[in-house]
């Protein structure tokens, strides 16, 4: 008697409309509004918004409120649920396609990251990318209205054996004219008043000190720069497009 058969899993039946997956490719670079999401794929918005309502549902996508002006809405792609999700689409293949390869070691590479008060985002973004890429990524932040270093974002990055007690908070314009492989905005604001150019991507993470600012929002920020700078890692061996940062 023949094995049984199933239908292809959840991953593949997402992936497998073309405009589902363009809407996937561009998420995987960077966070984006619908209306950058129309533009990009060249799609009616209407349809746009129909296949981003199926990969909200199917949790490979997820949606969190611009902490600048809280009217946009900025689309991103869950790397860790993709990740598990084409793993177990391999192994419904064969058993030997479940897990992922090893990423291969990281090239030589220069990366800006920035937020608002460059005092635990882009600081965060700055040593985890440092240290998780064995010094191989050269890495700075900076924020367009500097301030101290938060307390909190010592103490969350401490848990992890890195000392963020030799860094300092930037001013964007003091990297003005800096050649970078990528320049990451961890903030809406900074995102919204920063100049688009091909090396700037965009990943939306609230700021842990607004609201209560407890030890938590920063645990949950320092765990989800983590995950991020770990797949941003993973393809850093791309060609890299070398950026100009200017002044703002």
């Given amino acids: 008697m023949a094995g049984t058969r199933s239908g292809p899993p959840p991953f593949a039946r997402m992936a ?4 589902r ?3 996937l490719q561009e998420l995987a670079r960077s966070d984006r509004r619908v209306r950058e999401l129309v533009a990009l794929v060249g799609r009616p ?3 746009v918004s129909y296949h981003l309502k199926q990969l909200r549902a199917s949790g490979l996508v997820a949606t969190r409120r611009s902490s600048f002006d809280g009217r946009d809405t900025y689309y991103r792609l869950d790397l860790a649920r993709c990740a ?3 793993a177990a689409a391999g192994a419904a293949l064969h058993p030997g396609l479940g897990g992922r390869a090893p990423a ?4 030589p590479c220069s990366v800006l990251f920035l937020c608002t008060g460059n005092s635990a985002r882009s600081q965060v973004a700055e040593a985890l990318a440092r240290t998780r890429s ?3 990524i050269a890495a700075a932040s900076a924020g367009s209205r500097p301030k101290p270093l938060h307390p909190y974002a010592e103490q969350v990055m401490a848990a992890r054996g890195i000392d963020l007690a030799g860094q300092r908070p930037k001013h964007l314009d003091e990297f003005a004219g800096r050649r970078f492989c990528s320049v990451i905005t961890l903030c809406d604001r900074v995102r919204e008043i920063c100049p688009e150019h091909p090396a700037h991507l965009h990943w939306s993470i609230p700021d842990p000190a607004a609201g209560d600012g407890g ?10 720069l983590d995950t991020r700078i770990g797949f941003w890692l993973a393809a850093a061996g791309a060609a890299p497009v070398h950026a100009h940062v200017q002044e703002v």
């Fill in 16 to 19: 497998a409309d073309p405009l």
């Fill in 21 to 23: 997956w363009q809407l």
């Fill in 45 to 47: 918005q209407n349809l």
């Fill in 84 to 86: 598990e999700s084409l």
């Fill in 104 to 107: 291969g070691e990281p090239p």
């Fill in 134 to 136: 064995g010094g191989r």
């Fill in 215 to 224: 030890l938590q929002a920063f645990e949950s920020m320092a765990a989800e």
